[in-house]
Structures are given as structure tokens and as C-alpha cells.
């Protein structure tokens, strides 16, 4: 199975933006809702914003109203829009159908210094 593909992480203060982009297989990306997940040193595995095929949309309420998640269909992606980053922010940032089906990629780093 074809790795999903995260890319657009970087190191900002807080208050900074930063856009996530996601390539997916079409075979995850066309079947299932798509979310955006992170993973801080010691912590598990989180879901902080997911998007179905008709753009119904869902966040966790740490990040509801900051981030935005959003697709493109013709290329197979999903965005992550982060806006007022907070230190707390700081994690490696994955994407994967929302039932964790997709073969995980290697993340995304994104680091917000206070």
C-alpha cells in the first residue's frame, strides 16, 4: 500500500500560521472521511481534525476555531490550515483516513516556541 505523504511543518512562534499539505493514495483518499492527526513526545496518537467527501467538517476542541481542514480532490490532498499556534501545538502532524486504514507516512514536524 502506497504511503500517505505529509509535508509543510516548520518552526514558528506562537501566534504564527502554517499550512500542512497531505498526498494520499487515491485508494484511501476517494473511500474514506480523511483526518489530520498529531503525536507529541510521550503522548499518544491524536485526532485533531477530519473531513468528509462532501466537506463536513470536524475538530477537536483544542484546536476548534484555529485550525481549518480542507481538500482538493483533483490532487488527491487534504490541507491543514494552523492559525495562532499555540506551544501546546507542537507534535509531529500525520494524516490517514479516519479509520486509520491508510499506510502511515512519517509525519510532519511542527514545533511552536513561546
Known amino acids: 500500500q502506497v504511503q500517505l505523504v505529509e509535508s509543510g511543518g516548520g518552526s514558528v512562534q506562537a501566534g504564527g500560521s502554517l499550512r500542512l499539505s497531505c498526498v494520499a493514495p487515491?485508494?484511501?483518499?476517494?473511500?474514506?472521511?480523511m483526518g489530520w492527526y498529531r503525536q507529541a513526545p510521550g503522548k499518544q496518537r491524536e485526532v485533531v481534525a477530519s473531513?468528509?467527501?462532501?466537506?463536513?467538517?470536524s475538530y477537536a476542541d483544542s484546536v476548534r476555531g484555529r485550525f481549518t481542514i480542507s481538500l482538493d480532490n483533483a490532487k488527491n490532498t487534504v490541507y491543514l490550515q494552523m492559525n495562532s499556534l499555540k506551544p501546546e501545538d507542537t507534535a509531529v502532524y500525520y494524516c490517514n483516513a479516519l479509520d486509520r486504514s491508510g499506510r502511515w507516512g512519517q509525519g510532519t514536524q511542527v514545533s511552536v516556541s513561546s
Open positions: 473531513i468528509s467527501s462532501l466537506g463536513r467538517t
Open positions: 487515491a485508494s484511501v483518499f476517494n473511500y474514506h472521511p
